[in-house]
């Protein structure tokens, strides 16, 4: 059996530009990303995928919203919402991936697991909301939202707009990890912790229950690299290569680099926080825990850079 690795896809790289955010525009964005996956497994790879939903998962909370106000239907709340685009975007990638496959006469089977992720409700998050989710506003427009939902919380987002805000809690455990990991034992190509998973909380009767929360998929992502003992975790963006000093005349990008130097860049500043810092800080969680290997890439270049000829390469030394 190969190497496993984690391969994390952002939910922003699945919605389409210029308004084409439908759901067949997000399967065509699909289809196009579980090209590069599907290279990684004929290089012998065994490949658990994990995805984003910042973007869907807003747009199933709108609909609720605007579904209530108008129709009376009753509202869905968040952590439902959550499991909807986890289960709708996991479909997508899994029916993908297995067309892909039959294409190429691969054998490898395919299996979405809706995974819970456990958080506490005493996280700090909770009072202070910071991932964004949905589409993004102008200020006028974002002024008019909160005027509309004083309830919101709206942040200016990297530079491309205003997105409302939600809680974001740290992971404490992934409940399916033992599943998923037989699924791998068995030949699976694995989705899992899709949008960071559902946020649950342990009762003192030791049962489950879901909170209205939206977990950063990098963090749950290292965390089940971390408990299945993935040897490489891959996160996706939108450059091939993490840079420092981003935008600037002294631009660098980063090819190999170790844990010392990356947060040595990391307490520099270097990284913007609604963007490459949850990656980073999710790279030396995972290296710090048991990890071999994070690379940092775009999708078009999972295959180069698995290989090392491409993509942020972060080791231990």
Not at 215 to 237: H, M, N, R, Y
Not at 265 to 278: A, D, I, Q, R, V
Not at 290 to 311: F, Q, Y
């Amino acid at each position: 059996m190969g190497e496993v690795v984690i391969v994390a896809i952002g939910g922003n790289s699945l919605v389409r530009e210029n308004g084409r955010d439908g759901v067949d525009d997000q399967y065509e964005a699909v289809c196009e990303t579980v090209v590069h996956i599907a290279d990684m497994v004929e290089e012998g790879y065994n490949v658990v995928v994990t995805h984003g939903n910042g973007p869907q998962v807003g747009f199933g909370l709108r609909r609720s919203e605007i579904a209530e106000k108008y129709k009376d239907m009753p509202p869905v709340p968040l952590v439902n919402c959550v499991a909807d685009t986890q289960g709708g975007i996991g479909y997508q990638i899994q029916q993908a991936l297995m067309n892909e496959f039959a294409k190429r006469a691969i054998n490898k089977k395919v299996a979405t697991v809706i995974t819970q992720v456990e958080v506490s409700k005493e996280d700090p998050n909770f009072k202070h909301p910071t991932k964004p989710i949905g589409s993004f506003f102008t200020k006028e427009q974002a002024d008019k939202m909160i005027e509309e939902h004083p309830e919101w919380t709206m942040i200016e987002d990297s530079g491309r707009g205003y997105r409302r805000v939600v809680p974001s809690p740290k992971p404490i455990d992934i409940v399916e990890k033992d599943v998923i990991k037989t699924l791998i034992d068995n030949n699976y190509v694995v989705i899992a912790v899709g949008g960071g998973g559902i946020p649950v909380v342990k009762t003192e009767h030791s049962t489950y229950e879901g909170i209205d929360a939206v977990i950063d998929k990098d963090f749950a992502t290292s965390l089940l690299a971390e408990q299945i003992k993935a040897g490489t975790l891959v996160i996706t963006t939108g450059v091939p290569k993490v840079s420092i000093n981003f935008g600037e005349p002294d631009q660098k990008e980063l090819d190999f680099i170790s844990v010392e130097e990356l947060r040595k860049y990391k307490e520099e500043n270097h990284f913007p926080e609604g963007s490459m810092l949850p990656k980073v800080e999710a790279s030396l969680n995972f290296l710090e825990a048991s990890g071999k290997r994070v690379i940092i890439t775009n999708p078009e270049s999972l295959k180069d850079a698995v290989n090392k000829k491409s993509g942020t390469h972060i080791v231990k030394q």
